[in-house]
């Protein structure tokens, strides 16, 4: 039943920025919005994700983390409800809510997986980066045909994602009313219809107070995740915002951009089942990392120089590589981090600053393309930020535990004391 509630957080977590892009063209028509001010509305829901993901430790240690969750898919329904509102400052406003709530939810969830399914941590971890990409890929596909089939514009094929959204709220609304318990009394109910119930594995404890940032920030370590997540993210959510507008450029229709882009976050429902069980499985992911670079790398280098040769193939190979690399880096977070507290501290430091990093690449992408009046320049900022993204990606894979008690990791590469995860 946790599993289920799992699953009806991650459908919501990111057809809120993927359902962007395929009608972000049609919002700049519309409001007379300049390449890099429509370019702000995905750049502002990263920067959320990255800026206020401190926010939701420190809530699920003070209510308790089904209660934050709880209200922070009530957070995302109102602010995808603002956001249809007319008016270019609520369409703003409804974004940076939608942020926030989801900025919670990417935080948390990896902890909750951590700590409540520890026998099932690969599993679980696979069908939630599943429902990331796969309501990603819907929401890329059928935005522009819902728009059109409800009278055109960009409003009804935003105004679609509420739906979900909504379920999620009412799906975990029992868990609102329920606060952390004390160290060692028990913690938080099971959501999702289960009347208050523990989780089948029985009581957990609450959050743990993890680890103070200042203490990671002094390890390569976690620096290595941090960046690795920066960079695939960077690319990705450049991606989300901006393939349909690079192939509608070309001449494509609005319908077949966003099909194209769907295409390129659908492909990744294959490698979101199979990457997290074989980066669980694995001491050393460095092997990953080279795959899913190569594969980014290549389907950019078509996009750039051919892409209405194959486009097909160059969303694919870009899908591929994007949508691997996601999980792993989810899941380079649970591999490293050791024990719950430092899981927890570990995934708030790579997405608060890996964030905040990444929301510079469509921020910069949009306004290259307002300077050049081409989309080659994005496509060779998207190309060469492919590097970086492999070398320290080979850091961050090598088998090694952050071991924050002793300083550093051990000689042979675990931290001192903790197990390697199977």
């Known amino acids: 039943?946790?599993?289920?509630?799992?699953?009806?957080?991650?459908?919501?977590?990111?057809?809120?920025?993927?359902s962007l892009g395929p009608v972000l063209h049609r919002i700049q028509s519309a409001t007379g919005l300049s390449s890099s001010a429509v370019g702000l509305l995905p750049t502002l829901t990263v920067l959320c994700f990255g800026l206020l993901a401190p926010l939701a430790p420190v809530l699920a240690r003070?209510?308790?983390?089904?209660?934050?969750?709880?209200?922070?898919?009530?957070l995302l329904l109102a602010g995808l409800a603002l956001r249809l509102v007319p008016g270019i400052g609520l369409l703003f406003a409804g974004t940076v809510l939608a942020g926030t709530a989801i900025a919670v939810g990417n935080v948390l969830v990896p902890v909750l997986v951590r700590r409540d399914l520890p026998e099932r941590t690969?599993?679980?971890?696979?069908?939630?980066?599943?429902?990331?990409?796969?309501?990603?890929?819907?929401?890329s596909g059928v935005t522009v045909p819902v728009a059109d089939a409800l009278g055109g514009?960009?409003?009804?094929?935003?105004?679609?994602?509420?739906?979900?959204?909504?379920?999620?709220?009412?799906?975990?609304?029992?868990?609102?009313?329920r606060r952390a318990a004390p160290a060692g009394t028990g913690g938080d109910p099971a959501p999702a219809g289960t009347g208050g119930d523990p989780a089948p594995a029985g009581p957990v404890r609450d959050v743990p107070a993890p680890p103070p940032m200042r203490e990671l920030v002094r390890h390569p370590?976690?620096?290595?995740?941090?960046?690795?997540?920066?960079?695939?993210?960077?690319?990705?959510?450049?991606?989300?915002?901006?393939?349909?507008?690079?192939?509608?450029?070309?001449?494509?229709?609005?319908?077949?951009?966003?099909?194209?882009?769907?295409?390129?976050?659908?492909?990744?429902?294959?490698?979101?089942?199979?990457?997290?069980?074989?980066?669980?499985?694995?001491?050393?992911?460095?092997?990953?990392?080279?795959?899913?670079?190569?594969l980014t790398g290549a389907g950019i280098l078509g996009v750039w120089l051919a892409p209405l040769a194959a486009p097909y193939l160059w969303t694919v190979l870009l899908g591929l590589g994007q949508n691997a690399a996601l999980p792993l880096a989810l899941m380079l977070i649970v591999l490293r981090g050791g024990d719950v507290a430092t899981t927890e501290s570990l995934s708030t430091m790579a997405q608060s600053i890996g964030y905040v990093l990444a929301?510079?690449?469509?921020?910069?992408?949009?306004?290259?393309h307002g300077l050049a009046g081409s989309w080659d320049p994005p496509l060779v900022l998207m190309l060469a930020l492919v590097a970086p993204e492999l070398l320290i990606g080979l850091r961050a894979?090598?088998?090694?535990?952050?071991?924050?008690?002793?300083?550093?990791?051990?000689?042979?590469?675990?931290?001192?004391?903790?197990?390697?995860?199977?």
């Open 153 to 177: 514009g960009w409003r009804p094929g935003l105004a679609v994602w509420a739906i979900p959204a909504a379920i999620a709220a009412v799906a975990w609304l029992p868990a609102l009313g």
């Open 221 to 294: 370590l976690a620096w290595q995740v941090t960046l690795f997540f920066a960079l695939q993210s960077g690319g990705y959510y450049s991606t989300l915002a901006w393939l349909p507008s690079i192939f509608a450029s070309h001449g494509v229709s609005d319908a077949h951009a966003g099909l194209l882009l769907s295409l390129t976050t659908g492909v990744g429902l294959v490698v979101a089942l199979v990457v997290p069980g074989l980066a669980g499985r694995f001491r050393d992911q460095r092997a990953l990392i080279v795959g899913c670079c190569a």
């Open 397 to 422: 894979a090598r088998d090694r535990r952050l071991d924050l008690s002793a300083g550093q990791p051990g000689e042979d590469g675990h931290a001192r004391g903790q197990p390697a995860l199977s």
């Open 1 to 18: 039943m946790l599993t289920a509630g799992v699953m009806v957080i991650a459908v919501n977590l990111r057809p809120a920025a993927a």
């Open 122 to 139: 690969g599993t679980t971890m696979a069908l939630y980066t599943f429902a990331l990409i796969g309501f990603a890929s819907l929401a």
């Open 62 to 74: 003070r209510v308790g983390m089904h209660a934050t969750i709880a209200a922070s898919m009530w």
């Open 359 to 368: 929301a510079a690449a469509p921020l910069a992408a949009g306004a290259l």
